[in-house]
T-cell receptor, first 113, second 111 residues
């Protein structure tokens, strides 16, 4: 299975941008890069995903390196509600097209007021 | 509102007892998944089902069983063969290549 490497923890000040890195040097050409986040005692929440091009949505931006061996999740203006564990995941496409996700231990993001 | 409902939120199991965790979705998703999460760890896939009446083992299926008789439901049974069942169990669903939607989990403990 393709794997990802993330820092165990990061801190950021409230209202400042946050850049969460992810390395995935063994990514294959058909693997999508997904980001989820998990608040304590809750299920993970989808944040964003991409294949080759940078992506933006209302929650975050995803910057993907040209060689696709790394990516960065960008929270443009962190709030206290963004404190969570962030998972960078490579989606392996299943036979029916349904995704199989392999979660690592993620990055625990702490927001400092 | 559409979503995934897991019940109960907390569950206690006695030694040698089987327990069943419920997962229901009204999102009309074809695929459903069960994950286990231990403290400070990521999620590990137990079983997944891509269509009704079909399911496949994930990475840690030993000691667990599932059924998929209806599209909306994917119950997980933790059997007495699972010697270390204490964990946070998460159910998810997805449609085709869309992102997975997760429930709020069931926390299982041993009495």
């Amino acid at each position: 299975d393709a794997k990802t490497t993330q820092p165990n923890s990061m801190e950021s000040n409230e209202e400042e941008p946050v850049h969460l890195p992810c390395n995935h040097s063994t990514i294959s050409g058909t693997d999508y890069i997904h980001w989820y986040r998990q608040l304590p005692s809750q299920g993970p929440e989808y944040v964003i995903h991409g294949l080759t091009s940078n992506v933006n949505n209302r929650m975050a931006s995803l910057a993907i390196a040209e060689d696709r061996k790394s990516s960065t999740l960008i929270l443009h203006r962190a709030t206290l509600r963004d404190a969570a564990v962030y998972y960078c995941i490579l989606r392996e496409k299943g036979f029916f097209g349904n995704e199989k996700l392999t979660f690592g231990t993620g990055t625990r993001l702490t927001i400092i007021p | 509102d559409g979503g995934i409902t897991q019940s109960p939120k907390y569950l206690f199991r006695k030694e040698g007892q089987n327990v069943t965790l419920s997962c229901e979705q009204n999102l009309n998703h074809d695929a459903m998944y069960w994950y286990r999460q231990d403290p400070g760890q990521g999620l590990r896939l137990i079983y997944y089902s891509q269509i009704v009446n079909d399911f496949q083992k994930g990475d840690i299926a030993e000691g667990y069983s599932v059924s998929r008789e209806k599209k909306e439901s994917f119950p997980l049974t933790v059997t007495s063969a699972q010697k270390n069942p204490t964990a946070f169990y998460l159910c998810a669903s997805s449609m085709s290549v869309q992102p997975q939607h997760f429930g709020d989990g069931t926390r299982l403990s041993i009495l």
